[in-house]
């Protein structure tokens, strides 16, 4: 004889997987970016620090060598991007109960205060913390434009 289900058993399953993905995509969630969310990547911690010759950014990205980080400076903004691909080989008498270090990614955009002089920015990583020196540079003066008149 078959043995009854009960409803309340598996609404409490329902509810313990909901709490477990709820879960995970809180740690997704981070307010400095656009809607909270990461999307699938992880948001790096900065500190940024200004004096009166440079901006100095200093980032946590453990785990990631130098081939894997991308420094962007445009317009006021400062972009690092980090995408590591985890090789492993595959033997047949392995089987792996949970896989989590195939892919991982992090990236950050930073508003950058004052104007820097792109062409000579400095970066390093030493025991997975990248330092990023931006040197400023004065603003353009405006200038006046005369208008003719015809």
Known sequence: MA????????????????SRQFE???REIDSSEPFGLTL?????AV???????????T???????????EIRVTDHTLRI????????DESEDERYLRRERRHR???RS????SEVDTGNVEARIKNGVLSITLPKTEPEDAREVEIEVE
Do not use: W, Y
């Not at 043995?3 to 609404?11: G, R």
């Open 59 to 69: 980032a946590d990205i453990p785990g990631f060598d130098r081939e894997d980080i």
């Open 3 to 18: 043995t009854p289900l009960n409803p309340f058993k598996e609404i409490e399953q329902l509810f313990n997987r909901m």
């Open 81 to 88: 991007d980090a995408e590591h691909e985890e090789t492993v």
């Open 24 to 26: 995970e995509t809180s």
């Open 110 to 113: 930073i508003q950058l205060p």
């Open 105 to 107: 990614s992090m990236s």
């Open 40 to 44: 699938g990547s992880r948001t790096m």
């Open 47 to 57: 500190d940024v620090v200004e004096d009166d010759e440079s901006i100095v950014v």
